[in-house]
Structures are given as C-alpha cells and as structure tokens.
C-alpha cells in the first residue's frame, strides 16, 4: 500500500461508522476525552491493582474530584452533538491524509500546543492573583500525583489550557483525521505526566512524571511544559527531577 493510500482504510472506517456525527466538533471532544479515559483508566488500575499505592477509594475520590463535572457534562451532551446538527461544522473530506501530511501536522501540533501551552503555564505562575485562585485549584494536589491530578483544574483554566493544547488544530487547515489522532494524543500525553510512574521510552521523548512531581513541589516554577521538555531547556526552566522509588 503506497504513502497516498495508507492511512485510507482507518478513516473510510469512521467515515462509514460515524455519519454525520464526523463533522460535528462532537468528534473531536470525544477524540479528547478518550485521551483522558484511555489513560486515566490504565493507569488507575495500575495504581490500585498492581503497585497498590492507592486504595479504590483514593483513587475514586480524585476521579470523582477531577472529573464530576468535565466527565458529566460531555455525557450529557454527547446526545444533542449526536442527534442535534449544530452551527459549526468540520470538512469531511472522502481521502486521508498521506503518511507525510499526517506526521508533519502531528508534529507542528505537538510543537505549537507545547510552546502555547508552555508560555500560558508561565504566566499562570506569575500573575498573583490568576495562580492563588485559578491555577491553586491544580497546584492543590502535591506529589504523589495520581493521573486524574491532570483533571483536577478550575473551570477557567481547564477552557484556556484546552485553547493552548489544540490551538494548531483550532485555528490550522488540517485534515479531520490528523486533528483527532493528535488532540487525543496530545491530551494522553498530558495525563500521563501526570502519572508518577517511570516509563522510559515515554520519558525520553516528553515531560516526564518525575519531573511534574517535582514542578508541583517546588515554589519556583521549573519543569513548565506538560508536554515535551523543548521550551523548558530553550527558556532556562529546565531542571533534572528523579523518581522517588525504583517503582514511581
């Protein structure tokens, strides 16, 4: 199967399964937070059933913290996204993308959302007043972190983090394909340094858990960027963090 042809099979999948619901921006949220489930539900597991460093409870408590209202709202709403056709609607174009347009768009999206996101964390730290009553909602939570922590947000911050994450996508003529595959990507990447375990082929590509951990412990913002380390080691932020155990 040639360059031209060999992402055709996975979008003639969705296109032939999800109708209408394709164009609406309904399948890019769902995109998002399945970047948030997939994740959060490995992981919790993790943490409950096999290192055991929370309870059921603990874990379902920041769940339920995290996500009672980000997690209610979307199911109540999945219903009228599907049934009800809304103002906006996405091109839906009958070719994928070719191998080379997807993976260049991935990667500028991944790069964007990553110094967008870098700098709006940045000032989030700085302006007083924003970090005590917006951005201490998510700072509220210290290390040991679980993956819902990257849940834990204030409304406010939640809408504008959700901005600088997917602004490349928002704003940039890319394919429908390319947009879902990358805000889900891009949201897991988030939880999952959030996660507090040690992932190694995981950590030499992102910002690492270790390195969150230690960002959530020390006053002095360091270790910004959710995402890759890029901005922090260009912008003097960087800071070398190591698990506080062989398992975490």
Known sequence: MNDERFLQPAWDLLRNNLGDFLGSPGFILTAV????????IVFSFVDVVVTKRLTWRESWSVYWRAMKWYGTLY????????LAPGPVTLDVPTEAPTVGAFTRDVLIYF??????????????????????RIHGVHHADRPPLSIWTAMVVH???????FTCFHIYGIVAPIHLFTFAVAAFAMTAVNMITHCGYRLPVYDALFAHAAAHDFHHSNRKPTNVSVVLTLCDRLFGTFQRATYRSASA
């Open 33 to 40: 937070v399945l970047g948030v489930y997939l994740p959060g």
């Open 75 to 82: 199911f109540l709403s999945l219903p009228i996204l599907i």
């Open 111 to 132: 790069l964007v959302g990553d110094f967008v996101s870098y700098w709006w964390h940045r000032f989030e730290h700085h302006n007083a007043w924003y970090a005590r």
């Open 155 to 161: 409304p406010v911050e939640g809408a504008t983090v």
